[in-house]
């Protein structure tokens, strides 16, 4: 199973509506995919359809016990193929229930190790804090997409989570590595926004996801319904365009 953790420091930048969207769009194009929702507002959750407060139980479980496996909390979407390992507040509490136990940081790879071959792909919403959740899923991860939005402040902290990612590599996981950086909220007629994505491709590189991700109406509403653009509205932009990005990852990424 190769995991892919979405993940940035900085908050609004557009992890959790890739997060659901990516997830949702490797799983149309006929993988078995396990979204995991590991950050404790819960977005992914509700982005999924899900109620945070209703459900029995949920990947805080999972990391507080360990006789309770990923399977036993994992819930089903709308989307065939999709699974959602649930999150709501209580996981905020995580960080002072684990500060004693030695290998803290190894929690959730201990705990995903149990899905034996169940799911192709796993996609991780990461909070937006480099804390002990974040640590676990850069820990746990084959993968790390890095969504940026696309506006002068964009660097800002980003230098400090490829630190982390560098650390991780050295100390915990050195099958860790940068999958891309995704540019969001892309402005596609301004001119300051192709500046940016300008000066962004020739800071990172090849780095840079060839797809981007514009700012629209359709994925903005789609968490209210509680769904992915690639059921909330299919034929959006928006749609193709996650579609697009997981066909980029499928085609050499990964």
Do not use: W
Not at 26 to 34: N, P, Q
Not at 85 to 105: D, Q, T
Not at 210 to 223: C, F, G, K, Q, Y
């Amino acid at each position: 199973m190769k995991t892919i953790a979405i993940a940035n420091q900085k908050g609004g930048c557009g992890k959790t509506t890739t997060a659901v969207n990516l997830a949702s769009a490797i799983a149309m194009s006929g993988k078995k995919v396990l979204v995991i929702d590991f950050d404790p507002q819960a977005h992914t959750t509700l982005g999924l359809g899900g109620n945070p407060e209703a459900v029995d139980k949920t990947i805080y479980d999972v990391m507080t016990d360990m006789r309770i496996p990923v399977s036993r909390v994992v819930v089903s979407t709308r989307i065939g193929g999709l699974n959602l390992a649930p999150s709501n507040i209580l996981l905020s509490g995580v960080e002072f229930k684990l500060a004693s136990i030695p290998g803290r940081e190894y929690v959730l790879n201990t705990q995903l190790g149990s899905l034996n071959g169940a799911y192709d792909i796993c996609v991780i919403d990461c909070s937006p804090s480099l804390s002990l959740l974040t640590l676990n899923a850069l820990v746990a991860s084959t993968y790390v997409i890095i969504p940026v939005q696309v506006h002068y402040y964009a660097l800002e902290g980003l230098k400090q989570l490829l630190e982390t990612v560098d650390i991780v590599k050295e100390r915990f996981n050195p099958h860790l590595s940068i999958l891309g950086v995704l540019l969001t909220f892309v402005e596609g007629r301004t001119v300051l926004s192709q500046q940016i994505q300008r000066q962004m491709r020739e800071f990172f590189g090849e780095l840079v996801f060839d797809t981007v991700i514009h700012r629209t109406i359709r994925l903005a509403e789609a968490p209210s319904a509680g769904q992915s653009i690639l059921t909330y509205a299919p034929d959006s932009n928006g749609a193709a365009e996650y579609m697009a990005l997981a066909q980029e990852i499928d085609n050499g990424k990964i």
